[in-house]
């Protein structure tokens, strides 16, 4: 870490004195470090004007969650999902990020069951009265970029589902009660991983959330199987997501060889996720998606 005088103009871009803007922050970082915890980078704290940024661009990823919600039934395809996301984006003044991401063909991803992560959409898919579908939003916004899901439940669905939907939605919101500066990452993922196994479940290991904002995937990769007191620091400025994915019943999963991208549980069982796009605050942490 590069050494600032008391009076420099901080490293964070709010114009103040160090000694009065993150000299403390710093001071309190390096306490951590030397006792051997994974410490944020500066480049992981964003500044307020940042934070503001997300949340204009949240604006928009809300809003075409809240479309998909109005249409999505039985009938409905994945496809006409995947036209609602990208030209409602685009009418808004945003660009859908999945759409080329890696050569990721479409603008949003649709997983229906036993598909954990990553499904694109096709016309060829039709939802069916008990299907359980996650719709997995990433909105680019003047730079910014946010990114949240939903479940969705298709017409009448069997109550062993339905539980899988709810708990895991509770999974997100027992992992955000734990997200507090100068708490660590792993605290968050043991309550969100404890209450997924209390219910019978389990929690993805291989696939996880990120630091999000000026890039669509950032550090710190974001586990939610390890243990409390364990992995990052959490310091106010840092803006990750929170999307477990919870399986009825392996925590195994294969990538379709076909199109490279669907991700499958290995044993056919049903899957579920929400995500949110969550900033550490100086008190807790603000839900920027949701
Ligand atoms: N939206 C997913 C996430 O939560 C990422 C999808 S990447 C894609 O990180 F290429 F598969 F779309
Ligand atoms: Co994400």
Redo the contacts with the bound molecule.
Sequence with gaps: MEKMGRNDPCWCGSGKKYKTCHMLFDEKIHHYELQGHIVPKRRMIKSKEQIQGIKDSSVINIAVLDAVEKMIGPGVTTQQIDDLVHDMTVDMGGLP??LN??G?PKSV?TSIDEVV??GIPSSEEILKEGDIVNV?V?TLYKGYYS?S?RMFCIGEVSAEKRKLVQVTKECVEKGLAMVKPWNFLGDMAQAVNDHAKANGYSVVVDIG??GVGLE??EEPFVSYVTKAGTEMLMAPGMVF?I?PMVNMGTCEIYIDDDDG?TVRTEDGKPSAQW?VTVAVTDEGYEILTY
């Design positions: 990020a999945t991401y890696e990721f991803c992560c990553h997995d990433s990114d899901s959330g990120h669509f995937h997501t999307e991208w995500e």
